[in-house]
């Protein structure tokens, strides 16, 4: 099992900035993708970033391109995602989500493939 909690949500103004940690524990292999997904209210959870593990490869949605990084502390075993140049269109519950499944070098970015998510932290970016 994985243990996945995220914190750093919050109330802030378009072009402010916010960092998402999300501190796991438990189940770490090294081989694992950890992701970043987002939830506005009568919409799909939607892909934001992934990394894996291991290798600190990414992959970001075009939406966030170049304004939000996901990173991660192998020592601390927790994943970020730095959000800058916030946008009204940010506001969502934001996911922390874990893949054991991704196969070697692949980094999936559907939600549906991720084995363990963490209960969401809201972001609210008024303009």
């Known amino acids: 099992q994985v243990q996945l909690v995220e914190s750093g949500g919050g109330l802030v103004q378009a072009g402010d900035s916010l960092r998402l940690s999300c501190a796991a524990s438990?189940?770490?292999?090294?081989?694992?993708?950890m992701g970043w997904f987002r939830q506005a209210p009568g919409k799909e959870r939607e892909f934001v970033a992934v990394?894996?593990?291991?290798?600190?490869?990414?992959s970001y949605a075009d939406s966030v391109k170049g304004r939000f990084t996901i990173s991660r502390d192998s020592a601390k075993n927790t994943v970020y995602l730095q959000m800058n140049s916030l946008k009204p269109e940010d506001t969502s519950v934001y996911y922390c989500a874990a893949d054991f499944g991704a196969p070697v070098f692949a980094l999936r970015t559907n939600w549906r493939l991720f084995d363990y998510w963490g209960q969401g932290t809201q972001v609210t970016v008024s303009s």
């Open positions: 438990g189940r770490t292999a090294n081989n694992r993708v």
């Open positions: 990394i894996r593990w291991s290798a600190g490869t990414t």
